[in-house]
């Protein structure tokens, strides 16, 4: 099993940026995940478009509409993936759908994860109890699936973090993606019930736009995911996008390293 998100993670306050692939093109999408590593992004999270994302806001619903009207298929993510794969060796993670893999076929579609070098998985429809069907299979070929704690899992925090791979994506808030003006969740118990079962980089994600929220987040965890705030610059600038989104990774990932 591939220990490259690990080792990306450990050992420092993470910053992980979210975009979906193919908006506004899948050539932007490259340049942008190449713009994001310079800015100092520790780990990319690749959304691949689906019709019907049920966790995601309006800002990334649109985002996977515009690349659907485009044309980008699975495939061809998966061939920008290998394109990526010359120039960066950043660990990459795949955030879509059961549907997207079940259709595709699921030893199919995470046999070629393995092909062309991602190094995890997110599904954030599939709930514990139906995780195994995508879990084993992401174990066989070193692939780490990825598990979601939500802040009303409390019981169960520790049932999944038993099993978690990779890292665990803590979920800020209740309802769907998106930016907030306030996050009240207590991120720092929900770690802390993760630590006591498993030594696993927890990285929180769901509402940070701006580096306030990216600094208070950091100091409770081992990092902060953000993506909205990030579509939300592509959808403003399209294929001009690459050095606006840049400058803001590179803004967030300083406000979330002066909390190391």
């Known amino acids: 099993m591939t220990d490259r998100i690990r080792e990306a993670l450990s050992g420092k306050k993470a910053f992980i940026p979210f975009i979906t692939s ?3 093109d899948l050539e932007t999408t490259e340049q ?9 992004a520790d780990l990319i999270e690749l959304g691949i478009p689906f019709s019907d994302p049920t966790a995601e806001g309006p800002v990334i619903m649109e985002a996977n509409l515009r690349a659907l009207s485009a044309g980008v298929t699975t495939d061809k993510v998966f061939d920008m993936v290998t394109e990526i794969r010359k120039n960066s060796r950043i660990p990459l993670v795949f955030m879509t759908y059961a549907n997207v893999v079940f259709s595709y076929g699921t030893e199919r579609f995470i046999s070629r994860m393995e092909e062309i070098g991602m190094d995890g998985l997110i599904l954030p ?71 006591e079962v498993n030594d696993i980089p927890c990285e929180v994600g769901f509402g940070i736009s701006d580096q306030e929220t990216a600094r208070k987040m950091a100091t409770q965890s081992d990092g902060v995911i953000v993506g909205s705030a990030i579509v939300k610059i ?27």
């Open 125 to 195: 429809d599939v709930p514990y109890e139906e995780r195994e069907e995508f879990s084993v299979v992401c174990d066989q070929h070193g692939i780490d699936f990825i598990s979601l704690i939500a802040p009303t899992s409390e019981d169960r925090i520790r049932m999944i973090a038993k099993v978690s791979r990779g890292f665990v994506y803590c979920v800020s808030s209740l309802g769907v993606t998106g930016t907030r003006s306030q996050i009240t969740t207590d991120i720092s118990h929900m770690v802390s019930l993760v630590k």
């Open 32 to 40: 942008l995940v190449y713009a994001m590593e310079r800015a100092g």
């Open 234 to 260: 592509i959808a403003q600038h399209g294929r001009n996008a690459v050095p606006e989104v840049e400058k803001f990774v590179r803004s967030l990932t300083a406000a979330v390293r002066e909390t190391e």
């Open 22 to 24: 193919g908006d506004p």
